[in-house]
């Protein structure tokens, strides 16, 4: 018996689910009626085939190199393994090192479900593809060609309008009463004032961007917008036939100057956060982000983590972070803290317990073997009668099928008990936190720390996976004053008088 795994997708957003279960209905009828059993389904939805970067046919191809059952990778066409002739080939290729073969439910192949060569499905097989690829191309300059006559002809093809505008009968027309407020949110700009206190005006006076005041990061993004200024920039080119103007030209120039020198919100994308997600504030309980800054002088940039009850609803005083200062601290209490075999060890079983939690509360094994009960009860039933004398054809005939249907579970029980004994190992746990995570602070961080609440004078690490924090030698009153960890308990001393570094930190699981 030959084992497989379906791969089917589908392209656009307007198709559904029902494009799927055709695909799978077709490949398991294929499957059933050339002797194949079917191990899983790998399912793209929404996704284009002019490239493999699809999420379920990456972690095939992954799969494909481990000690899998499965030798056989079924498709409804070969246009739902791929579009691009190039990749088709390379992945094909993957396939075949790993001794897996692609084969279609609809069409002729190269290769045979037995492995021998299938000389018409060479031609097939190939022009099959040429066909997909071509299919692909073509759509996609048909497609490009009609935005770009639209874009001629000043036509409004679909999407989200910007602020200020709105489409009527296909064209975009300026809103009035909005474009009002974005050519006054440039001009205050222009003359100095802040994006908060003009936002703060905005909000004050009723000003809604989709129901909600205009966020901060919609302001700078829409004084960006260039289609304000009536002209717009895109793969085709420059279009002024799109866009009505509401800024005038040298307004927009002078305030992209001034965005410029100010570097507002720039500056925190060209740096890498390790804490981001993370950290809450202990006071108000609202998030801590990454933020950025310059001097005075323009002359260089610094970062820091900041609370955004403080940033953007005035409700906090908390301190701000620095934040190399405050990421070296957390790697450095971690990595000691991971020091400890009992910790590492103690991680491992929790780790190891909600895998086994997981296994068992979605185990397929087990309906499976309540099926194989249920059946070997109804042949016990039958074995009695015959026994006590009952012995009929229909008797025989229910017997066999009954035996053949225990046959057939149990082949699907040593399938499960294969994935069972492929599945995750305390050892391989233990290598991941020992060596492995600490490769990478920012894979060491993200992995183990579910939480950090800051404080001025203290920080709470949350780690995941165990009950128990101490480990089995440490003492509280031992280690107050090791300037380590002061597990689930922070005592109460008396905060440093210099922030940096921190020397105090809680560390609960």
């Known amino acids: 018996m030959k084992y497989a795994v379906i791969y089917a997708r589908y392209s656009s957003e307007r198709q559904n689910d029902q494009s799927i279960e055709g695909q799978l209905r077709i490949c398991n009828k294929y499957a059933e009626d050339n002797g194949l059993t079917i191990l899983d389904t790998c399912i793209d939805r929404a996704m284009t085939g002019t490239n493999d970067q699809r999420a379920a046919f990456q972690q095939m191809l992954s799969d494909c190199e481990k000690p899998v059952l499965w030798d056989i990778v079924l498709v409804y066409a070969i246009d739902r393994f791929g579009r691009d002739s190039i990749e088709i080939a390379v992945n094909k290729q993957k396939l075949k090192k790993h001794h897996k073969t692609l084969i279609s439910a609809t069409q002729r192949t190269s290769v045979n479900i037995d492995g021998s060569k299938n000389l018409d499905g060479i031609l097939l097989e190939n022009m099959y593809i040429g066909i997909a690829e071509y299919y692909s191309a073509e759509l996609s300059q048909k497609v490009k060609r009609g935005i770009y006559e639209n874009y001629q002809k000043g036509l409004y093809h679909g999407g989200t309008l910007s602020y200020g505008f709105k489409a009527v009968d296909k064209k975009i027309c300026i809103d009035e009463e909005k474009a009002k407020i974005v050519l006054y949110m440039f001009q205050q700009y222009a003359e100095g004032h802040g994006g908060d206190e003009i936002l703060a005006e905005l909000t004050a006076k009723g000003v809604r961007h989709r129901g909600k005041p205009i966020a901060k990061s919609t302001f700078y993004d829409m004084l960006r917008r260039e289609e304000y200024t009536g002209v717009t920039h895109n793969s085709f080119g420059a279009f002024d036939t799109l866009y009505?103007?509401?800024?005038?030209?040298?307004?927009?120039?002078?305030?992209?100057?001034?965005l410029k020198l100010n570097k507002i919100g720039g500056n925190s994308v060209k740096t890498d956060f390790l804490l981001k997600r993370k950290c809450v504030c202990g006071y108000c309980g609202k998030n801590v982000q990454g933020e950025s800054g310059t001097s005075r002088n323009k002359t260089s940039i610094y970062y820091y983590y900041k609370c955004v009850g403080r940033k953007q609803y005035a409700i906090c005083n908390?301190?701000?972070?620095?934040?190399?200062?405050?990421?070296?601290?957390?790697?450095?209490?971690?990595?000691?803290?991971?020091?400890?075999?009992?910790?590492?060890e103690k991680i491992a079983n929790g780790v190891m317990e909600v895998n086994k939690r997981r296994l068992h509360d979605k185990s397929i094994k087990k309906v499976l073997i309540e099926e194989r009960d249920q059946i070997q009860k109804s042949l016990d039933n039958i074995m009695k009668a015959i026994e006590a004398g009952i012995l009929t054809s229909t008797t025989k005939s229910r017997m066999e099928e009954l035996e053949e249907q225990i046959a057939l579970v149990n082949d699907k029980i040593a399938i499960e008990e294969y994935k069972e004994k492929n599945s995750l190992r305390k050892e391989q746990v233990i290598e991941y936190l020992t060596h492995q995570v600490r490769q990478s602070p920012k894979m060491m961080l993200f992995a183990l720390i579910q939480?950090?609440?800051?404080?001025?004078?203290?920080?709470?690490?949350?780690?995941?996976?165990?009950?128990?924090?101490?480990?089995?030698n440490f003492s509280p009153e031992i280690d107050r004053d090791s300037s380590f960890i002061e597990c689930s308990i922070v005592f109460q001393s008396v905060a440093p008088q210099n922030p940096y570094p921190l020397s105090r930190v809680g560390v609960l699981f």
């Open 244 to 258: 009505p103007r509401i800024v005038p030209q040298p307004l927009y120039d002078e305030l992209q100057r001034r």
């Open 318 to 344: 908390s301190r701000v972070y620095r934040k190399d200062d405050l990421e070296n601290f957390i790697t450095d209490v971690t990595l000691r803290l991971f020091d400890n075999p009992d910790i590492v």
């Open 451 to 472: 939480k950090i609440v800051l404080y001025d004078d203290k920080v709470e690490i949350y780690y995941n996976y165990i009950k128990n924090p101490y480990p089995d």
